[in-house]
């Protein structure tokens, strides 16, 4: 089955700097990989996706690249803010169902 | 439209008590899943149904059992609770069938077993 490594596991950034989440998976066929955002307390909710068609993908402040090739994806984050401190879990899908990673927990300090 | 519901948020039992947590989803998806979150370890997959009638197990399925009563619920049992599985347990749904998408998880429900 997938397997999907996920680095580093806490993040400490200043205010404005960016943050790089990096993700490694292991099924080659699969072709979806979501990130997810999880405040503490909440859900995990959907902040971006990317499928594998696609090498890069926007929505204003966050990104994420694939590599195909290498089998890796990154979420990038520019411009931090005290509302960006959460978990993130990077995820792989495997037949229909998602892998996710163990988790980055990013800090934004001001 | 509520989404995903699951209840309840939070439950104590003794080891070997049985419960079922419920979850409803009222998006019209086909898939729906069950996963444990525990620190440091992620979501993990417990048992999934990619559509009404199927399941299947996922990477933790070991001490559980599940129904897809309908397209709207799926349920998840826990026969003889054990401390092991003290954790958070997340239903959600998505689309599912032909194309994985984006998944709607419920609040959670926190489960502790003494």
């Known amino acids: 089955g997938e397997n999907v490594e996920q680095h580093p596991s806490t993040l400490s950034v200043q205010e404005g700097d960016s943050a790089v989440i990096k993700c490694t998976y292991s099924d080659s066929a699969s072709n979806y990989f979501p990130w997810y955002k999880q405040e503490l307390g909440k859900r995990p909710q959907l902040i971006i996706d990317i499928r594998s068609n696609v090498g890069e993908k926007k929505d204003q402040r966050i990104a994420v690249t694939l590599n195909k090739t290498a089998k890796h994806f990154s979420l990038h984050i520019t411009e931090t803010q005290p509302e960006d401190s959460a978990v993130y879990f990077c995820?792989?899908?495997?037949?229909?169902?998602?892998?996710f990673g163990a988790g980055t927990q990013v800090v934004v300090t001001p | 439209n509520a989404g995903v519901t699951q209840t309840p948020k939070f439950q104590v039992l003794k080891t070997g008590q049985s419960m079922t947590l419920q979850c409803a989803q009222d998006m019209n998806h086909n898939s729906m899943y069950w996963y444990r979150q525990d620190p440091g370890m992620g979501l993990r997959l417990i048992y999934y149904?990619?559509?009404?009638?199927?399941?299947d197990k996922g990477e933790v399925p070991n001490g559980y059992n599940v129904s897809r009563l309908n397209k709207r619920e799926f349920s998840l049992r826990l026969e003889s609770a054990a401390p092991s599985q003290t954790s958070v347990y997340f239903c959600a749904s998505g689309g599912g069938l032909r194309e994985t998408g984006e998944l709607f998880f419920g609040e959670g429900s926190r489960l502790t077993v003494l």
């Open positions: 995820a792989a899908d495997s037949w229909g169902k998602l892998q």
């Open positions: 149904s990619a559509s009404e009638g199927t399941t």
